[in-house]
């Protein structure tokens, strides 16, 4: 699926599972795909951000609640380096973040609902491994995430060999009808300033 687009993702799905428009890529990376690591933390805070790296394993993607909150940034540039030692892919995230020029020079794919150079709290609580809600979709750990500079599409575990099977369809019948409108152009001088 990584070369897959996920506009193509999103209708193998029905689009049930696709991260709303809201939650936008910040980095210059735009290629994510790889397995949720999913953090559930208060608004503000990003302790539990920090305790989920412990645990991450390389192709993991952050997926965090930040419950939509953008008045302080949940991922920076420091924490991004953690997630380049560990491995960890990008992050999606419903808050903020910062540094985006740098976790973008880290190669780092990052999704959030906004920026701003504040930082955030560490005083806990959260959870690392629990179900959580980003964008409107409800995400599990272990679920497979994908993005490109369209956005981001959650691929439920259960589901993954069934997109796998239907992406290349749906690209087969999106360059046939493309093919039919190019097709069907008529021939039109252009018109310059």
């Known amino acids: 699926m990584g070369e897959v687009p996920a506009a193509n993702?999103?209708?193998?799905?029905?689009?049930?599972?696709?991260?709303?428009?809201?939650?936008?890529?910040?980095?210059?990376?735009?290629?994510?795909?790889?397995?949720?690591?999913?953090?559930?933390?208060?608004?503000?805070?990003?302790?539990?951000?920090?305790?989920?790296?412990?645990?991450a394993r390389p192709g993991d993607v952050l997926v965090v609640n930040g419950h939509g909150?953008?008045?302080?940034?949940?991922?920076?540039?420091?924490i991004g380096e953690i997630m380049v030692n560990n491995g960890v892919v990008g992050a999606v995230v419903d808050g903020a973040v910062r540094d985006v020029r740098a976790l973008s020079a880290m190669g780092l794919a990052v999704y959030a609902r906004a920026v701003t150079p504040a930082g955030p709290f560490k005083d806990g609580p959260?959870?690392?491994?629990?179900?959580?809600?980003?964008?409107?979709?409800?995400?599990?750990?272990?679920?497979?995430?994908?993005?490109?500079?369209?956005?981001?599409?959650?691929?439920?575990?259960?589901?993954?060999?069934?997109v796998v099977d239907a992406v290349d369809g749906i690209g087969e019948m999106e360059e046939a009808l493309r093919r039919r409108i190019l097709a069907a152009r008529p021939d039109r001088p252009v018109v310059t300033g």
């Open 9 to 55: 993702v999103g209708d193998a799905l029905q689009r049930m599972t696709v991260v709303d428009g809201g939650i936008r890529l910040f980095t210059g990376h735009a290629a994510l795909l790889g397995n949720a690591l999913t953090v559930d933390v208060r608004s503000g805070d990003n302790l539990a951000v920090h305790r989920a790296l412990d645990e």
């Open 69 to 78: 909150d953008i008045t302080r940034a949940l991922i920076g540039d420091l």
């Open 126 to 162: 959260g959870a690392i491994g629990v179900p959580v809600a980003v964008g409107g979709v409800v995400v599990a750990a272990g679920d497979v995430v994908v993005g490109d500079a369209d956005g981001v599409v959650v691929v439920p575990r259960h589901r993954v060999r069934e």
